[in-house]
């Protein structure tokens, strides 16, 4: 037999053997490198920990509702996205703190937060602004004060503003001790959004300040607005 021939059938031995062991090498099987990961008809996908407690689900929960299902590590709730009944309406996000309790949820009705409840600023009075704080000072004074938990990055504070006749003066706020926002003059309409600074959760002290700079009266501010807002 020629030698170029022998050459060829060796040559092929080597590939048939190549690939006969390229064939018994399975692919790994946790992980997928390309693609999805499809579970359909009415399927669902979980993850449990060693002690069986199902920490992520995913899928059909029965009563025709698909959703979804977080817990912690020691099977307490953490967040779902599901009724929990086979009521045909949006599902809402829900939070939860380790024991159960319910911390956060949207409204799926209308939109907007369902809880929790978040305050609000009660009427003020607006009827004579011989009520409101007030100064006489001719440097700036401290006539309101608060102490907010912050939870945005910003704030919005709408503050209305008056001085008695023949008396001119200024109305500024300071958050932690620094100015913000603009001075107004009295009279003007406070109405300022800006950053805070702080981490959530943070204490923030706002503080309205007033003085006047002529006349013989008083210069008078009366916060109407105040809440938190995103970036």
Not at 51 to 66: A, F, R
Not at 111 to 125: D, E, H, M
Not at 154 to 169: H, S
């Amino acid at each position: 037999m020629p030698l170029d021939l022998l050459d060829r059938i060796r040559e092929l031995e080597r590939q048939v053997r190549e690939l006969a062991g390229r064939s018994q090498i399975r692919p790994a099987m946790d992980q997928v490198s390309k693609g999805y990961v499809r579970i359909g008809e009415g399927g669902a996908f979980g993850v449990f920990s060693p002690e069986g407690k199902q920490i992520l689900g995913v899928g059909h929960w029965g009563n025709g509702e698909y959703g979804l299902s977080m817990k912690r590590q020691d099977g307490s709730p953490a967040m779902t996205i599901r009724n929990g009944t086979d009521e045909k309406m949006p599902q809402p996000v829900r939070l939860f703190d380790p024991k159960g309790n319910e911390i956060w949820a949207d409204d799926v009705k209308n939109g907007g937060i369902a809880c929790p409840y978040i305050a609000l600023l009660p009427p003020q009075n607006s009827d004579i602004a011989a009520s409101w704080p007030k100064t006489d000072s001719a440097s700036f004074a401290d006539v309101a004060r608060s102490f907010n938990s912050l939870w945005q990055p910003k704030i919005r504070l709408f503050m209305y503003t008056a001085a008695d006749g023949g008396t001119a003066g200024e109305v500024r706020v300071l958050v932690n001790g620094q100015v913000w926002g603009p001075a107004v003059r009295a009279g003007q309409d406070f109405d300022y959004t800006g950053a805070v600074g702080g981490d959530p959760g943070s204490l923030v002290e706002i503080v309205v300040e007033a003085r006047r700079t002529s006349g013989n009266g008083h210069v008078y501010a009366q916060p109407k607005m105040l809440y938190g807002c995103r970036t």
